[in-house]
């Protein structure tokens, strides 16, 4: 997921607390959904789906986290990832090997930052989303470990195939509507432009991997980033990607990447 700002127009200041918006909006996710096929560095419309689709989402999987052991605490806490990840000391101390290490490389390669992604999230948003409210505070944290995700799946965030299979393995993680949304959307167009199914198996494969891993959603990053890559992905059963790598083989023999 891109994270270059580009023409964002900020969020006004969070609404009073009061009822979280469940409904879904398919004409807003249709519309954005048709800007995100179009150009796949546009990060704002990937929101906008999100928005419009999610619905009580981040009210189910707080929920959900209250039951996880270790999750109380998690809720209780309300850590702001987006401002720890942005704690470049803290990710310098991370040793070499682990998780966070191989964030950091991620930063510097891709040039991406959490705040920049919590930033672009903000674009032209209802609000509430920033409000002291426990799903609100969950909603953030899900945007925050998605870059995470990219590290944990081997799934790069440069190239749009790495993206859609991303987005699967979040769809079948979180149950998000949005994001089975935007996956589909992205295989269906690599077969209509390439008329070949690589992209999308790739795709599929990244929703059964999200299936078959630990809820990733529970997890408690602060020790998650001090853990070597390799066994934490052992740890939470993230398979290998193996049909991803050979559609992004495949792609690139044909110059395709950036379908």
């Known amino acids: 997921m891109a994270t270059a700002i580009d023409d964002i127009r900020f969020a006004p200041a969070p609404p009073e607390d009061g009822p979280i918006p469940t ?6 996710a249709w519309a954005a959904l048709k800007k995100l096929l179009a150009n796949g560095d546009d ?18 999987n707080y929920r959900k986290l209250l039951d996880q052991p270790g999750g109380g605490r998690l809720a209780y806490r309300r850590l702001e990832l987006s401002r720890k990840f ?37 674009a032209d948003s209802d609000g509430w989303r920033d409000m002291e409210h426990p799903y609100a505070w969950f909603g953030r944290r899900e945007r925050d470990i998605h870059d995470i995700w990219h590290v944990l799946t081997g799934y790069t965030a440069e190239e749009h195939l790495g993206e859609a299979c991303l987005v699967a393995f979040s769809y079948a993680q979180t ?4 994001w ?12 209509r432009v390439t008329g070949e199914r690589n992209f999308a198996a ?3 494969e990244g929703y059964r991997h999200g299936k078959r891993a630990k809820w990733l959603s529970g997890e408690d990053y602060e020790q998650v980033m001090a853990e070597p890559l390799d066994a934490a992905r052992r740890r939470l059963d993230i398979a290998t990607p193996v049909k991803y790598f050979e559609a992004r083989k495949r792609l690139a023999e044909q110059g395709l990447q950036g379908i």
């Open 23 to 28: 409904g879904r909006d398919w004409r807003t």
């Open 43 to 60: 990060t704002v419309q990937v929101f906008r789906i999100m928005r419009a689709l999610n619905g009580d989402t981040s009210q189910k």
């Open 86 to 122: 942005a704690d470049r000391a803290w990710l310098e101390s991370l040793p070499d090997g682990s998780v966070g290490a191989h964030y950091r490389a991620f930063l510097d390669r891709t040039g991406f930052s959490a705040q920049g992604l919590a930033d672009i999230s903000y």
């Open 175 to 178: 149950g998000g509507l949005g």
């Open 180 to 191: 089975a949304f935007i996956a589909g959307g992205a295989a269906l167009k690599s077969l």
């Open 202 to 204: 790739a795709v599929l």
